[in-house]
């Protein structure tokens, strides 16, 4: 069966290291998404992406980038890590084309020190 | 920005019971979905509406669309302990979220 996976699920590090969370899906879905999640504030978007080479900012991507070089993977890289960057983080993939039902992974759990 | 404001924020009711929740706002949306999450997990697909007026049923949920495509609603019938989690609307090619609200149901 298809999925949409991400890993680690759980992750401490100290403020200023680099840190990545990865995400892979076996849908074959050409959009993927990145949400952070934090109580008060749902979901927000981060970065997404609507094909291979194509990646674009979201609502808080401050801190944040991504790279998508295949379909299946987007990766999520704080470069410099930071308390306020304590969260949990979600991805997701949807078909696009006029698809938008979004498939979310199980969560990463990050926290910064 | 589209933004989607989702009430109450918080519901706590006794099994059995019926209960509505409303996702509303200022822009109109080409199509609306409601998503489940439950501790620990991603928010799940549960619809999407498309039409303004649209009625969709699964099983004891009933999701309407309003018909100026700006609102949304979830009604559960007879509510029972696993429809407890948190339910979230959402919209637009980026999916804007709502905040969500988190129903409890009481044995």
């Known amino acids: 069966d298809a999925e949409i996976t991400q890993s680690p699920r759980h992750k401490i590090t100290e403020t200023g290291r680099q840190v990545t969370l990865a995400c892979h899906q076996t849908?074959?879905?050409?959009?993927m998404f990145w949400y952070r999640q934090d109580l008060g504030h749902g979901l927000r978007l981060i970065h997404y992406?609507?094909?291979?080479?194509?990646?674009n900012k979201g609502e808080v991507s401050d801190g944040y980038s991504v790279s998508r070089s295949n379909t299946e993977d987007l990766p999520l890289t704080l470069e410099s890590a930071a308390s306020s960057q304590t969260s949990v983080y979600f991805c997701?993939?949807?078909?696009?084309?006029?698809?938008?039902?979004?498939?979310f992974g199980p969560g990463t759990r990050l926290t910064v020190t | 920005t589209q933004l989607l404001e989702q009430s109450p924020q918080f519901l706590s009711i006794q099994e059995g019971e019926n209960l509505t929740v409303y996702c509303n706002s200022s822009?109109?949306?080409?199509?609306l979905q409601w998503y489940r999450q439950e501790p620990g997990e991603g928010p799940v697909l549960l619809v999407t509406?498309?039409?303004?007026?649209e009625v969709k049923k699964l099983k004891r949920l009933t999701f309407q669309f309003g018909d100026a495509r700006k609102d949304s609603s979830l009604h559960i019938t007879a509510a029972q302990p696993g429809d407890t989690g948190l339910y979230l609307c959402?919209?637009?090619?980026?999916?804007?979220f709502g905040t969500g609200t988190r129903l409890t149901i009481i044995p």
């Open positions: 959402a919209g637009g090619v980026k999916l804007t």
């Open positions: 509406v498309v039409t303004g007026g």
């Open positions: 849908w074959n879905h050409n959009n």
């Open positions: 822009s109109v949306f080409s199509s």
């Open positions: 997701a993939s949807s078909a696009g084309q006029g698809n938008y039902e979004q498939y």
């Open positions: 992406s609507y094909g291979v080479q194509d990646t």
